[in-house]
């Protein structure tokens, strides 16, 4: 079993430690059944969130996470299977921290999962509460990770 998450630190800011530990990601290919998997992140700047949300969703906005699940995307046959990219925005990662009175890599760890499960193919926006029912589930299940 392996998992590879590439992790790509696009901006100034110096990257804090343990954002995504091992423990962390072996805790959540459990819940979510993940073998040989594999995500590329990309942390970005607020500038390049918006030019890209404005790009790919029209939106003219900052937002905190996008996902590009691969199986939207003619993407080659593997031995891992690629999940997909998602880009974290840092800036509104840690104005979002801030807002709810918890540590910026919590934070992260959130939207990192929020991505990764529109990748698996959850779909907040058209689900009926589907992904945020099992988003809450990993969350209260991990609750040493979010806290």
């Known amino acids: 079993m392996t ?8 901006v100034e800011e110096e990257q804090p430690e343990h954002l995504l530990s091992t423990v962390f ?3 959540l290919e459990s819940e979510l059944n993940l073998v040989d998997w594999e995500v590329a992140v990309r942390v970005v700047s607020d500038e390049e969130m918006r030019r890209i949300n404005k790009s790919f969703r029209s939106i003219d906005r900052i937002t905190d996470v996008l996902s ?10 593997c031995e891992r299977r690629h999940l997909g990219d998602l880009l974290i ?6 104005r979002q921290a801030d807002k709810i009175g918890q540590a910026a890599a919590v934070e992260f760890r959130f939207l990192f999962l929020h991505g990764l499960l529109h990748l698996l193919g959850y779909d907040h926006e058209n689900d009926r509460g589907e992904m945020m029912k099992v988003q809450a589930e990993i969350k209260k299940k991990l609750k040493r990770f979010f806290m």
């Open 3 to 10: 998992r590879t998450v590439d992790l790509l630190w696009d």
């Open 25 to 27: 990601l072996e805790a």
């Open 68 to 77: 590009f699940p691969a199986a939207l995307y003619n993407s080659a046959v």
């Open 89 to 94: 925005c840092w800036a509104q990662t840690l």
